[in-house]
């Protein structure tokens, strides 16, 4: 069994820590209807207080410096190479442009003089159409990476095999650069390092007035203590036993480290006796399920009475996709309990989810997250690269900006952030496969009252979005990147994070787990009040 360092203990105390609520430090907030036990209301308003931090007192200095500064003529020399490149795209398939998608093949060679094209072309696309260009240290970072790989071309073989071109110059260079779970070069990922959590199943855990307590071998012990590698640590999260009840389990969440689980000590207390033992305490790491089918957009059913909304993704793939996701908010806003499972939505179209809760609540959710977006050449060539204009009303709005004569850039400032009314219960199924869109859902979700999050933390892919793809000139190489760059006005960290659930429980069984939350606390009988 490996352990973690001492670094990584510390980690994991700072974010576990904030999970666990004591009950003097909770805000006032108003009665709700929904019976939801006193505990884990109190975990609820405690966590959507967390969500709503006040902005960073740089935040002004942060506008100026992730702020891009177009040079007209250089944009417009890089969306042509792009307009040039949606020209060709259908006729040319030669060994180093295969189609619109790219190559494949890292078997074919590029001579210095078509390596060197590329790599100014490559940086030049960088700085005119990456959203987190600036977020990720700006010329004073890139340009002296594109120097260094020019130095570093001319040393290597002439012709240069693709495979070694990727793979030995261009993806190390980058790589320490660019934390971005929405870039991406070939077929590979630029993101940045994943939270991932680990819990316990051995023991159920329950909160008294002088601590956690739970049962071994049918005697009562109370938790003192919760260590790893020395470095005491909170080590409880709140959960659903698998018999629905609420209750806690011992488990962490941290920085993925390649380890299929975590050793825990605990010293416990024979509540009859006084007697203590430490004993080792084994915390796997929880798994989500591979991603599911998208399509179709949404799925609605019925489970014990109960309805359940599943949204794998939020593509569009033909025009009833959207008609039937929307409608569902003002079908189903008269349901007393609802379901929405997004386990597995890996984002898609940003406007659906906006426009569903105004159609279940009748209200706008508010932008949470600051939100710059360039208007130049290259942004525009970049998302229609691959999409005809007539395809929806946001492609022909691109079009209308596609002629500007000098980029710029709009910033979306978020609004105050109000809670939502809501009257019925919604649940939210959500794991680390949740991304993009898929995560805006969930943060419009989080301003309504009543709503209940249950899974693990979500991906953490918002930091760049709108996205744009090509391919690379000469070796053919596709890649990936948002146009525009989203921040948290508290510049935490959001990336590879994601967002926390109220309950901490395994993707795979949560739907399960819930439905027999509800039947064991009676939600779906209109019960209103608070359990204690």
Same mark, same amino acid.
């Given at each position: 069994m490996r352990r973690l360092g001492l670094t990584l203990a510390i980690g994991i105390f700072l974010f576990s820590v904030g999970t666990l609520v004591r009950p003097e430090e909770q805000p006032a907030e108003a009665i709700s209807r929904v019976a939801l036990p006193a505990e884990l209301r109190k975990i609820i308003n405690e966590n959507r207080r967390i969500a709503r931090p006040p902005p960073n007192p740089d935040i002004m200095d942060m506008i100026a410096g992730f702020t891009p500064h177009f040079d007209a003529e250089e944009d417009a020399r890089v969306a042509e190479i792009l307009r040039h490149r949606r020209r060709i795209r259908n006729w040319r398939h030669s060994t180093n442009l295969q189609g619109i998608g790219g190559t494949d093949n890292l078997n074919i060679y590029l001579t210095h003089e078509q390596a060197g094209e590329e790599i100014q072309f490559l940086f030049d696309l960088l700085r005119n159409g990456y959203g987190g260009y600036q977020y990720f240290g700006g010329d004073s970072v890139f340009i002296p990476i594109r120097n260094a790989l020019l130095e570093q071309l001319a040393n290597m073989d002439n012709p240069l095999q693709v495979s070694s071109y990727i793979n030995d110059l261009i993806l190390p260079a980058l790589q320490g650069v660019i934390a971005d779970n929405h870039f991406w070069i070939h077929d590979v990922s630029f993101g940045a390092p994943a939270y991932v959590p680990y819990m316990s199943g !051995?023991?159920?855990l329950r909160k008294?007035?002088?601590? %956690?307590?739970?049962?071994?071998?049918?005697? @009562?012990?109370?938790?003192? !203590?919760?260590?790893? +590698?020395?470095?005491?640590? #909170?080590? *409880?999260?709140?959960?659903?036993?698998?018999?629905?009840?609420?209750?806690?389990? %011992?488990?962490?969440?941290? @920085?993925?480290?390649?380890? =299929?689980?975590?050793? *825990?000590?605990?010293?416990?207390? +024979?509540a009859a006796t006084g007697e203590t033992h430490s004993r080792m305490v084994n915390l796997p790491k929880i798994i989500a399920a591979p991603p599911r089918p998208s399509y179709p957009m949404v799925v609605t059913r019925e489970m014990d009475g109960i309805t359940i909304l599943e949204s794998r993704s939020f593509n569009v793939r033909s025009g009833n996709d959207r008609i039937d996701f929307l409608q569902s908010g003002s079908a189903l806003r008269d349901r007393p309990v609802l379901i929405i499972d997004l386990n597995g939505n890996s984002g898609g179209r940003a406007t659906y989810p906006y426009e569903w809760i105004r159609l279940y609540t009748g209200h706008e959710p508010a932008v949470f997250m600051l939100f710059f977006?360039?208007? #130049?050449?290259?942004?525009?060539?970049? &998302? =229609?690269? %691959?999409?005809?204009? &007539?395809?929806?009303?946001?492609?022909?709005?691109?079009?209308?900006?596609?002629? *500007?004569?000098?980029?710029?850039?709009?910033?979306? %400032?978020? @609004?105050? @952030?109000?809670?939502?009314? +809501? !009257? +019925?219960?919604v649940i939210v199924l959500i794991d680390n496969n949740v991304a993009s869109a898929g995560e805006l859902f969930v943060g419009h979700l989080r301003q309504l009252d009543n709503v209940l999050f249950v899974g693990t933390n979500t991906k953490g892919a918002l930091i760049a979005g709108n996205i744009?793809?090509?391919s690379l000139p000469h070796s053919g190489l596709r890649i990936t990147f948002g146009t525009g760059l989203s921040m948290r006005l508290d510049l935490s960290q959001f990336e590879g994070v994601g967002f926390m659930p109220d309950l901490w429980v395994p993707p795979g069984e949560s739907l399960e787990r819930v439905l027999r939350f509800i039947e064991r606390y009676g939600l779906a009988n209109g019960a209103f009040g608070t359990v204690d």
């Open positions: !051995e023991f159920i008294s007035e002088g601590g %956690f307590v739970t049962e071994i071998d049918g005697v @009562m012990y109370s938790v003192l !203590e919760v260590t790893q +590698n020395a470095q005491s640590v #909170s080590g *409880i999260l709140p959960t659903l036993s698998p018999e629905g009840e609420f209750a806690w389990a %011992f488990g962490l969440v941290t @920085m993925e480290d390649q380890q =299929d689980d975590i050793e *825990i000590s605990v010293v416990f207390e +024979n977006r360039p208007r #130049s050449q290259v942004s525009v060539e970049l &998302q =229609d690269y %691959f999409i005809p204009y &007539q395809v929806s009303a946001r492609f022909r709005e691109r079009r209308a900006i596609s002629t *500007i004569e000098e980029p710029s850039c709009v910033i979306g %400032f978020p @609004m105050q @952030m109000a809670t939502i009314p +809501n !009257e +019925n219960l744009g793809r090509t």
